[in-house]
């Protein structure tokens, strides 16, 4: 079988993770590149920006790219799960990976992805260093990367006995039996020595030499050779001229077999001892044990740890050496074995020195000397003040980018504050969201920098570029500090600034400073997984769905756990800031009587019981204590300003984190006006109508994915087993509470295969919902029909007909009726026997949730509280298995993480999909015989008109056309901005033919696909097509939806 002996390895926590607006490409895009593209990109921008400088300095010049990485099996997982694409075989083809970097930074220099499996990495490395010694670039980007998106690579390893069994890598110890995978990527910026130091760059480390050879011919393809390796070394120091007398620490490959560990140290042994290395003179270790194989990007690990041992002066430990491999021999030889960290004795006049090896199961060897850079003078004081701009693609990058600043400024007292402004001017690009400081020192930095993070909410995007004339004029060297303050004032509202006219030719050097917070959003498909087939009536969910189900991976887990629970204490804190700091404010010791301090703030009755639950979380969280009808205040409320920092802080750590903090802070400002009754919650949570705020507790978030997921898995396979037993049946599926489509998104293209024999009714109780739904998914899935339906009271009146639907799909909805009993009924009158409900509901009551959710009076409707938790309308997962038996399902099973006592448990939020099965009895329409497939009748009434564009509905065209843009690069229609330049939604001339496409089949336009072009954005094609638009069509006849 394909299984694997080690299940462990050193895994990234995020894989699926990119920001793929800031690069300018689109969500359909990214989520068909391999996740290798994607990481590597992020980090060969951050190492152009770690070296100081703005990428578009680079753009158009002789600049190479060479990376180290192999095909992994995420081609085969996306084909797995949908036809292949253009996207898909540019996201996932290798040479692609090196080229897209180069395209993307507009670099001009030669451009290669390395395969050379486990020395990829150093292979990279060595061809970028020839190719700049020999002319064809100036620099290049140097890395490696490696990520297994699914078990295959480990199972691939495991047959070729290279997995260590224990999961652990024991190099050098007797104990080795094989290496433990790790994943990862690097990136560097290689540049001459000299032009470097010209340049007043930071330079890590230089690189004396590199080389590369092959095995030949051996007593195995995969085994090391003594002979090549020993040999490669030699002339590799002769030819740098290196002493290795002066080589302090020595970076092996290390993989932690015996036999491996053994060749390896007994051909670097020859060639130091043929080299007239003196006894024990030399450290030899691995990061091996500590982070794992990173494969073809192992090179990249090694590196950045001798790097580290340079700049820190200490030689490394190599851990988990308990005893000796039996088969090294180290007394009298040039090596020795350090356990632990101890400082790197330096000879006068001799730079520190290392040499990091790698070999490959292909037979290819890689070696390279590397040294301390040469001591420069210390830089020129400069005179304050000094002018320090910072920006990102988008306010939460933005504020990351403040945070991550202020943490290195105070952590770095003595840096000099006139070359970090230099860099932050010269060597990061200027982008949309910008703050812009004058500042004396890096005391009043930190001080300005905590004052923008508490204004930068109310951030706006730089607009179109002004005052770029008086820019130019005041941006002179020794510039007034007037003049640097209205150039600040100039920058903050998008001028631009020609930064390097402040400085004199060679009077500053770029620093290394914090790298791009990029703004992470997951893209990721998965293979579907065949799991057994599904029973027909009274089986359904009775266990059989289990196997293959999408998991909510261990490393997901925690880092959800970690964010909400961090969340959670946070927002207890401001809470009790809110509360404690109002009118005379509390001071620990001070008594009140409940029903007091709700008079105190004003509380309407309608808000009372939400007041309770609000004063019980401060009781849980222990500001305040309980004693009878009174309360305790028992701590003192934080400061303000410190709870902002935390927010920023939050937003930075955790990507879910950042999307609450404003909706929570929103709430919790407005606390004084919302309670009194002065304003409706739903105006603060939902101001203008716009459900951007909210979209947080339903979508974007780890668990609200998961479980997305998860229903549509689901679906497809009830509607898979419905196909199997009954193969002319017609499929009727109904989704109730369907609003925004946050779950239809993830099911209708699992389902996407029965769309001839399949009819979707999405349904909600606003009429603007099915509008909403049909711009969404008319177009691409014309099965869908939309309909009106408030499943808290009977279906049949409502004109949808009884024991007719296959699968009813809810998405938290449910829970927000009086009466979950009757609600559940309702859902048993729409199925046929044998039909299953698939149900997507929070299961237990955070106080996040709470806080939010409590000030709607939904929350607060239900008139069977023995059957919700305290203060909320929420069932956990018991109840929901005891109602839904209670009403004739059967076979039903949850599937999620599990939950504790907490509300956040061991898992974080807790949320579940739960399905069943409906029994044999469905009230008055009892037997509803399988309808052979056919043309699809006309959806129940009230149907949902979709108004034809006319020249005078510019803004329902805009509206029109804006779903349509987002429908083809697969996002939100809340997430484009009409205005914005198609081309900065990574719309190419690929996806432009099929955007073209999509609007002349949405609008009855003929555009050609230099439309696009043209008219470059949504608001300039929709004036366009207004002003060619068709005929509206008659209307005696329905229009389909």
Known sequence: PDRSVSQWGGFLTAPDAFDAPFFQISPREARRMDPQQRIFLEEAYRAVEDAGYAPAALAGRPVGVFVGARANDYD?????????????????????????VAYLLDLTGPTLTVDTACSSALVALHLAVQSIRRGECEAAVAGGVFVAPSPRFLVMASKTDMLSPTGACHTFDDAADGMTVGEGAGAVLL??????????????????????????????LTAPATRSMRDLVTRLYRA??????????????????????HIELAALGGAFTELGAKAGGCVVGSHKPNLGHGITAAGMAALAKVVLALRRRELPATIGVRQLNRNVTLDGGPFQISGETRPWPATPGTPLRAGINSFAFNGTNAHAILEQPPAVPPPSPGRPPYLVPVSAGSVSALRRRLVDLRSWAAGAPDAPLADVAYTLQVGRAHLVHRVALVVEDLADLVAELDRQLAALPTSTPAGPATGDTRARELAVPDAAPSALRELAELYAVGATVPFDTLHRPGTRRRVPLPTYPFDPHRYWIAASTPGPAVAPAGAASAGLLDAGAPAFGPDRLAAHREAHLALGRWVRDLLFHVLATAGEGWRPGDRYDVAVLGERWGVVDRHRPYFQKIVQVLIDGGQLRRDGSTVEVVAAPRARSDLDRERADLAARHREAAAYTPLLTVCLDNYPKILSGAVPATEVLFPGSSLALMESLYRGNDMADHCNELVAWSAARLLGERVRVAPGARLEVVEVGAGTGSTTRYVLPAIQEYGDRLRYLYTDVSAAFGRHGARRFQGEHPYVRFARLDVSTDPVGQGHPAGGTDLVVATNVLHATPDIRATVRHLRTLLRPGGAVVINELTTVPDVYAIIAGLLDGWWLARDPQLRLPSSPVLTAQTWRSVLAEAGFTGVTVFGPPTGPDGVGPHGVGQHVIVATAGAEVGPAVAVPATPAGPLPPAPTPTVDVPVPSRADLAGLRERLTAVVAEVIETDPAAIDPDRPFAEYGIDSILGLELVDAVNAAVGTDLSPTALFDHGSVTRLAAHVAAHAPTPRATGAPLPV
Do not use: W
Request: proline share 1%.
């Open 76 to 100: 085969q997982q996306v084909t797995a799960a949908e036809d292949i694409s253009s996207q898909v075989f540019l996201g996932t083809d290798m040479s692609i990976l090196a080229g897209r």
């Open 191 to 220: 540049k001459p020595l000299d032009r470097a130091l010209a340049d007043g760059d930071h330079v890590h480390a230089v690189i004396r030499g590199t080389a590369t050879n092959h095995n030949g011919r051996t007593q195995g």
């Open 240 to 261: 740098a001229d290196v002493d290795v007398r002066t080589v302090g620490y020595l970076e092996a490959q290390g993989t932690g077999t015996r036999l491996g560990d």
